[in-house]
């Protein structure tokens, strides 16, 4: 018996000496599997580019706020489906009911100055803190049309949104080479409100998601796993898009569909990494209701789960690893990790899959005090923001793609 160790523990050492000798004679320096990972992730966060992030951004404001269900709305789909086609993603279409909520009760005003020791819960199990400005969600949101001081805007945001029906969204997929059955969902909304451009809520996560979907789609890219990217519709007023997605294809997932064909149009879920306002991080409104017109020093990418989710641990686990993955691959802004998810597309998923959200700031607590003046608002436009802004949303994608290409496995030719 301590023979044959000691056998396994000398062809162990022969092999692991054999493997570090074959790198130094092919290459110089040992070349392991887990370093030619970190170097494909680097190759792959160093395709991403603040210009072109910008470009995509500046490319869905020309359709307005894209208000759910009307022809701005779905122009955008068609102008979204043309983009992911050239990057070489073939797109798909979800089609569905939409179906609005119930509508919630409307949340009493917030005091300006939340008092010492006084006890105010925000959405997602928060509790908010300090100073609050009326442009925390609570408050009138953006829908006369006069608000919008832009004539040009007036006009291309005039139309209403019609009474509930049909609507549709669009995704495309990277098929993994060795797990084409199992997939991360990496996510955000293209509709918005407020009759500006949207352009922060969500046309920043929206031009992320497209960005990713661009690299991992290079011609010389591979992944293990596959990685679907999806630009929910009708988020705005209770996520039905990602519902209906979640209720039509969560049966789905893992089925061979012909049996046969290697294919797998569901492949099973195992992850959701939705990102929702990714630009504005100017800090508490101050006590005399402005607002600092810089990005703070301080900002950072606010990843947030959901402590009363079904699978609360692993999405804990998965917002973690997202936090490592910003510290080795973010250029500018950290990430800070939160247990309070709420108010997106990643809350239908969050009890069937390891589900979190990347934001500018955590929804409840800051969002939900108005940390945001542009939020849901005429003014959130592509020129409200600055390249500190801008830059904010950046590390957010080299966070993601820097995850997402670890855990799907990605290599670079
Ligand atoms: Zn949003």
């Known amino acids: 018996m301590r023979m044959r160790r000691s056998v396994i523990v000398m062809c162990a050492l022969v092999g692991v000496l054999v493997t570090i000798a074959l790198g130094q004679w092919v290459g110089g320096a040992p070349l392991l599997p887990q370093d030619?990972?970190?170097?494909?992730?680097?190759?792959?966060?160093?395709?991403?580019?603040?210009?072109?992030?910008?470009?995509?951004?500046?490319?869905l404001t020309q359709?307005?706020?894209?208000?759910?269900?009307?022809?701005?709305?779905?122009?955008?789909?068609?102008?979204?489906?043309?983009?992911?086609?050239?990057?070489?993603?073939?797109p798909e279409r979800l089609r569905y009911d939409f179906v609005p909520p119930p509508a919630a009760q409307p949340a009493a005003p917030l005091p300006r100055q939340i008092a010492s020791g006084e006890v105010i819960n925000g959405v997602g199990g928060s509790r908010l803190r300090g100073v609050t400005s009326p442009s925390s969600g609570r408050g009138p949101a953006?829908?006369?049309?006069n608000a919008q001081a832009d004539s040009v805007l007036r006009a291309l945001n005039a139309q209403p949104a019609p009474?509930?029906?049909?609507?549709?969204?669009?995704?495309?997929t990277k098929i993994g080479t060795m797990r084409p059955d199992e997939m991360y969902i990496v996510g955000a909304h293209m509709d918005g409100r407020g009759l500006g451009e949207a352009a922060d809520d969500d046309g920043s996560g929206t031009a992320l998601v497209m960005e990713l979907a661009r690299i991992f789609n290079s011609a010389d890219v591979q992944t293990a796993r596959s990685i679907r990217f999806v630009l929910w519709?009708?988020?705005?007023?209770?996520?039905?898009?990602?519902?209906?997605?979640?209720?039509?294809?969560?049966?789905?997932?893992?089925?061979?569909?012909?049996?046969?064909?290697?294919?797998?149009?569901?492949?099973?879920?195992?992850?959701?990494?939705?990102?929702?306002?990714?630009?504005?991080?100017?800090?508490?409104?101050?006590?005399?209701?402005?607002?600092?017109?810089?990005?703070?020093?301080?900002?950072?990418?606010?990843?947030?789960?959901?402590?009363?989710?079904?699978?609360?641990?692993?999405?804990?686990?998965?917002?973690?690893?997202?936090?490592?993955?910003?510290e080795k691959y973010a250029t500018d802004y950290p990430a800070a990790v939160g247990s309070h998810m709420t108010n997106t597309d990643s809350i239908p998923f969050m009890d069937l899959v390891p589900s979190i959200s990347l934001r500018e700031n955590e929804r409840g607590m800051q969002l939900g005090a108005g940390w945001n003046p542009h939020y849901h608002q005429p003014t959130d436009r592509y020129s409200s923001y600055t390249d500190k802004d801008f830059r904010l949303g950046m590390n957010a994608a080299q966070t993601t793609l820097g995850a997402v290409a670890q855990l799907a496995g990605a290599t670079v030719k």
Not at 304 to 312: D, P, R, V
Request: contains cysteine.
């Open 63 to 90: 359709f307005g706020d894209r208000l759910q269900g009307t022809d701005r709305n779905k122009a955008a789909v068609d102008w979204i489906e043309a983009q992911l086609l050239s990057y070489g993603c073939t």
């Open 233 to 326: 519709n009708n988020e705005e007023g209770g996520s039905r898009g990602a519902r209906a997605y979640a209720e039509q294809r969560a049966l789905l997932q893992g089925k061979e569909d012909p049996p046969g064909s290697g294919k797998y149009p569901e492949p099973k879920w195992l992850g959701m990494i939705q990102h929702d306002t990714m630009l504005w991080d100017h800090g508490m409104p101050r006590a005399d209701g402005t607002v600092n017109p810089e990005q703070r020093a301080e900002a950072d990418v606010n990843i947030e789960f959901q402590s009363t989710a079904k699978l609360a641990d692993p999405a804990m686990k998965l917002a973690f690893l997202f936090r490592d993955a910003n």
């Open 163 to 172: 009474p509930p029906g049909p609507r549709e969204e669009v995704y495309c």
């Open 142 to 145: 953006g829908t006369d049309l």
């Open 36 to 59: 030619r990972a970190d170097a494909a992730v680097k190759v792959l966060v160093g395709r991403l580019d603040l210009e072109r992030y910008k470009a995509t951004i500046k490319g």
